[in-house]
């Protein structure tokens, strides 16, 4: 199985900084590469699909670039509603692995 | 609107048996792969598997497999995931996806908690 690891695990911040997020996988898989919101209670939302493309909703203060093992989210302008977790998930192979999660605190 | 409502959840005895449903409405569901995700309490996500639109294929995590079987009902727009031989481990809210050409989950329901424990 592939393993993503995410760094931070944890990280605080406060509105309007820039933060970002990396995600390495074990082995390369291109551009495979999602990205999920995840608040307390609630269904993960995605954000990011095939590493940089932005879903349908989303807004463009988030960004995602990489390709083959290593990739970051960028969050330009922290806002209220971007505290959350953040988790990166490869869909190269089965099964899709999910990284363990980067959870945004306010500072 | 895009709903998908996961159900069935609930307490069960370790190696017991659970069957959700997934229930989708606001897009094709026959045309669709559709996905099972668990979260345990305080943890990561865990993709547990998923089935083509036809219900013909079926992919596991391996420490599911021969445990768990994923199938649907188009003509009821319904996902099923039946659980056999339950663990402790197994205890976790269970999220019900559909998957789009990218291999990616982008409709979510908000889960259905499962809990083992005796």
């Known amino acids: 199985d592939i393993q993503m690891t995410q760094s931070p695990s944890s990280l605080s911040a406060s509105v309007g900084d820039r933060v970002t997020i990396t995600c390495r996988a074990s082995?390369?898989?291109?551009?495979?590469l999602n990205w999920y919101q995840q608040k307390p209670g609630t269904a993960p939302k995605l954000l990011i699909y095939?590493?940089?493309t932005l879903q349908s909703g989303v807004p463009s203060r988030f960004s995602a670039s990489g390709s083959g093992t290593d990739f970051t989210l960028t969050l330009n302008g922290v806002q209220p509603e971007d505290f959350a977790t953040y988790s990166c998930?490869?869909?190269?192979?089965?099964?899709?692995?999910f990284g363990q999660g980067t959870r945004v605190e306010m500072k | 609107e895009v709903q998908v409502v996961e159900s069935g959840g609930g307490l069960v005895q370790p190696g017991g048996s659970l069957r959700l449903s997934c229930t989708v409405s606001g897009f094709t569901f026959s045309g669709s792969w559709m996905s099972w995700v668990r979260q345990s309490p305080g943890k990561g996500l865990e993709w547990v598997g998923n089935t083509n639109p036809a219900g013909s294929e079926q992919y596991y995590v391996d420490h599911v497999r021969g445990r768990f079987t994923i199938s649907r009902d188009n003509t009821k727009n319904s996902l099923y995931l039946q659980m056999n031989n339950l663990r402790d481990e197994d205890t976790a809210v269970y999220y019900c996806a559909r998957d789009f050409a990218t291999r990616t989950s982008d409709y979510w329901g908000r889960g259905t908690l499962v809990t083992v424990s005796s």
């Open positions: 998930q490869q869909s190269y192979s089965t099964p899709r692995t």
């Open positions: 095939t590493a940089s």
């Open positions: 082995q390369r898989i291109g551009n495979n």
